[in-house]
């Protein structure tokens, strides 16, 4: 591990990383499985932009839910043996951006905790949908994906209004949204980062 990697450990934000408990695709807590646990490190470059939506934050009452963000190489790879089909886990942890530390999958919560209404969940690669993939049952989540795109529209006003506040808010904060996970959010300048080996 390098010194690049920090630690969020901040009020304002609910570490809930995805794979540190049960219900996510995999079904496993591979985090815990690798002794890393529930904890949301990035490269402190990351972390920098981060903390720029604090005050969006503090102003209109609310947290940010983080459900991933550095994931250790170590953790991609197991993920793959455990899903190997093509399209859900980057084909190498080199290919993800959560293994460089520049990665996060966020979203935005009221003061209690609970998360605002969005299109689908965070993520959208349910635990549901596993046992079908694996089975080479594709059309019920390659349809319920569609529901994570951007540009995806046949949902409730607030949902809409929901993404596109969090899209403006991470975007001023030094990231940049994907068309296809509405919740990732990628560094600017991603592309210069190496990956990070825990
Ligand atoms: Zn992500």
Redesign the pocket.
């Known amino acids: 591990m390098t010194n690049d990697l920090v630690l969020l450990d901040d009020p304002h934000f609910i570490v809930d990383m995805m794979y540190a408990r049960t219900n996510n695709m995999l079904g496993r807590a591979v985090y815990d499985e690798i002794g890393y646990g529930n904890k949301a490190y990035m490269h402190k470059d990351t972390l920098q932009a981060l903390l720029r939506v604090v005050p969006f934050l503090e102003k209109n009452n609310c947290k940010m839910r983080v459900c991933?963000a550095y994931r250790p190489p170590k953790a991609h790879r197991q993920m793959l043996q455990i899903i190997p089909t093509p399209g859900f886990f980057a084909k190498t942890p080199e290919l993800s951006n959560?293994c460089h530390g520049t990665?996060i999958?966020v979203c935005l919560t009221d003061s209690a905790g609970h998360n605002l209404s969005y299109p689908t969940e965070i993520?959208a690669y349910e635990k549901r949908f596993q046992e079908q993939v694996c089975q080479g049952h594709f059309d019920a989540f390659k349809q319920h994906l569609q529901k994570a795109r951007h540009d995806y529209q046949e949902t409730s006003p607030d949902a809409l209004c929901h993404r596109q506040q969090l899209k403006e808010l991470m975007e001023n904060a030094g990231f940049e949204a994907i068309p296809h996970?509405w919740?990732?959010y990628n560094l600017k300048g991603w592309q210069t980062y190496p990956m990070i080996e825990w």
Do not use: P, R, T, V
């Open positions: 991933d959560h990665a999958d993520d996970e919740w990732h």
